[in-house]
């Protein structure tokens, strides 16, 4: 079975400050791993997915993440933050050989001007 | 645009009246999925098909039902709504990585 660990529920940052949004999982086989933003009362929208490869992996709106075998981790980051990123952000992973995804509980990200 | 589509994006049902909410899919995927989201919380997952072949899980309550009448559509009943059921219902499809595409979600008022 796979879990996935989200370690803050809520990050507050300043306009144009750099953020990381943390994620460990845990699975005894290989997984694919997904970040999703949800805005105020909206579906869920992919922001980047880690499937093999090159282990830094870019999304839209400027996110990026780095996938840690070793620390079984998968954290958000991004250089330069918007009010507009404020919003509830989603780490998930699904193993291979299953249609599922496993949630965190998710991070609320709040953009101060 | 290919997309995932719910209707009515804002539902109102009184406590024990059949409601029903919809999906549509223009992506033309097999696997097609229902969550139930409450508020500060991560989706729970109530049921997803595969193809039509339907899969509930263990702790869906028998008041919640789903049709999926083919590819495009899939439709969630609620039987009896109590104040309980009150949340965001979304549906999503499932791409060729297990990466899941999510409508606008359907939010559920019960009074």
């Known amino acids: 079975a796979q879990s996935v660990t989200q370690l803050d529920s809520q990050v507050p940052v300043f306009e144009e400050a750099p953020v990381e949004l943390r994620c460990n999982y845990s699975?005894?086989?290989?997984?694919?791993l997904f970040w999703y933003v949800q805005y105020p009362n909206q579906g869920l929208q992919l922001l980047l997915k880690?499937?093999?490869?090159?282990?830094l992996v870019k999304g839209i709106n400027g996110f990026e993440a780095e996938f840690n075998k070793s620390q079984t981790s998968f954290h958000l980051r991004k250089p330069s933050v918007h009010i507009s990123d404020t919003a509830e952000y989603f780490c998930?992973?699904?193993?291979?050989?299953?249609?599922?995804?496993?949630f965190g509980t998710g991070t609320r990200l709040q953009v101060f001007p | 645009d290919a997309m995932v589509i719910q209707n009515p994006r804002y539902q109102v049902t009184q406590f024990g009246k059949p409601v029903t909410l919809s999906c549509s899919q223009t992506?033309?995927?097999?696997?097609m999925y229902w969550y139930q989201q409450k508020s500060s919380q991560a989706p729970k997952l109530l049921f997803h098909?595969?193809?039509?072949?339907?899969?509930n899980e263990a702790d869906t309550p028998d008041n919640f039902q789903s049709r999926r009448p083919n590819t495009s559509f899939c439709f969630l009943d609620i039987r009896s709504p109590g104040l309980g059921d009150a949340a965001m219902y979304l549906c999503?499809?499932?791409?060729?990585?297990?990466?899941?595409?999510f409508g606008p979600g359907t939010r559920l008022t019960v009074l």
């Open positions: 998930a992973v699904s193993a291979y050989n299953t249609d599922k995804l496993i």
């Open positions: 699975s005894s086989v290989s997984v694919y």
């Open positions: 880690y499937l093999s490869g090159s282990t």
């Open positions: 992506l033309n995927h097999n696997v």
């Open positions: 098909y595969y193809d039509k072949d339907f899969n």
């Open positions: 999503a499809t499932e791409g060729l990585y297990n990466e899941q595409f």
